[in-house]
Structures are given as structure tokens and as C-alpha cells.
């Protein structure tokens, strides 16, 4: 039986399921146990509270950490929320649409895409699972897989409405920009915008997500621990991807699957086997939190 009590933060993508969507028995099976004994497990990841589809959410969690830090729950109840504003999201909108770049925003709500993005977006998402994983989908299958995978897609062929409709935006994603991910940072300075490379098996310098500067895993992670009036002490968290650093960074006990960038095994405290070979649950046990 565990000491004292502990709060774990888990990533999705790359961590409790493979690129694929896929979770294994043994990361359902720990982060149970893990619970029964005691300790709160949450959800820590760059996705809108919409994209967490019902798989993720059936593994059972006490609270949610989305958006890269920009919504917090705790059992389903908001405890915080920061959103980009119409101004930004406007910046933002012209941006993408001056440089002919698709994108997704990403509200609580909703993701929100024209069809032409949408088209964009099956064509990447089939190459890289062809190029990262060896998949080969069919055309027609490749934006079922997004929503299996992602999850709470909508089209809107508005677009030059988006600042207007959704001013909510609490992050953005793009792919195969004309820009590097440096140059697209550039772009952006003075309008307190932060650029992330794509969170995929193997990062994409011209597509990334966009955030506030303010906002980040880890900042999300010292609210939700506030709230509940826990210690970082009592904090480890799982990662493997570039928005995973500061999460990793901040906590007690940063775990990097074994399949992470780099850049997140250096800075993490212990690291784990893959997603694909019982990374969660071998950590679990080593740390003797199951």
C-alpha cells in the first residue's frame, strides 16, 4: 500500500495510446489500481476538452488538463479557463488564411476546420502514418481516422467569421505551412502567441500548434494542485512529446515514455519503456504507485 497520496498527470498521444489510438490493457489496468490506492489521476494533454474522446475518458480519471494547460477540471467541474480573444484569434485567422496554411481551432466546444483544411489534414495525417508507422489508409478512410484518433471535428466553411464565432479559441493546429516552425515564431512576436512542433512519432517542422505564451502542461498542472490544496511534491507526470516539456519539467517526478523526443527524455527524471510495450504500467510499478 502507498505512503501518501500521489497526483499523476498522463499525456495522450504517444502515452496512453499509441498514433494509432490504440491503448493497451496494462495502461487501463494501472492507472485502476492506481486509483483504488489511493492517488488522482488526470488527463494532461494538448487537446481541447472536446477532442478526449469516450475511449480516453472510459480508462476513468478525477480531472482533465487540456488545451496545453488552458482548461483545468476536477470531477467535471471547470476550475480554470483561458482563451486567445477575438483579437488574436483574428491575427491569427488572417494569418493562416493570407498564407494559405489549413488549420483546426480548438475550442471546449469544438474543433472547428473548412473543408479545404479538412482535405489537407486527411492528406498529412495518411502520410504520416504511412512515413511513422507503416499504415497505408485508404483516401476515404483517412478523416475516420482523424476523429477516431482526434476526435471532435466540425466543418465550417466560414472562416472569415472564425474570430467572431469562436472567440473562445483556446489553441490552434496547422500542418504543412510554407513557414518553419522558427519563422512562424518570428512571425508572431509581440502577440504573445507560443509555437509548438506537431506532437506526432516524429515532429513535424512545418506544422505545430499554437497556444498562449502564458499557457502551458505544467502551469495547468500548478492550478489544478492549488485548487485541491496538494504539494508538487505529490506530482509525477507522464510525456513524450515537445509540448510535454514543461509539464515534465515541473513536476516531482517527470516520466518520458520510452518513445519521447530527446527533448523530453532530458529533461525528465526517469524514463520508461514505449507506448507499444507497457510504458505506463512498467513506471507504475516502479515507482510502486500499483
Known sequence: MVKSKKIIFFDIDGTLSDFTGNILQST??????????GHLAFICTGRSRAQINKQILDIGFDGIVAAAGAYVEFDGKEVYHSVFGED????????????????????????????????????????????????????EDNFNCIEEVVGGIKIDNEVDKYYIKYPDTESMIYCDSCFSVDDTRKAFEGMELKVTPSSFKKPDNFSGEITLIKENKGKGIEKIIQYLGMKKEDTLAFGDGPNDIEMLEFVNCGIAMGNAVEEAKSVSDYVTDDVEHNGVYNALKNFELI
Do not use: H, W
Not at 485567422?93 to 489534414?121: A, H, V
Open 88 to 139: 488574436k484569434t483574428k491575427f491569427l485567422i488572417n494569418f493562416m488564411t493570407q498564407n494559405n496554411i489549413s488549420f483546426i481551432i480548438q475550442t471546449k466546444g469544438g474543433c472547428f476546420l473548412s473543408e479545404k483544411s479538412g482535405y489537407d489534414f486527411k492528406r498529412v495525417f495518411a502520410r504520416r502514418l504511412k512515413n511513422d508507422l507503416g499504415i497505408i489508409k485508404k483516401e
Open 28 to 37: 487501463k489496468d494501472g492507472i485502476k489500481k492506481l486509483r483504488e490506492n
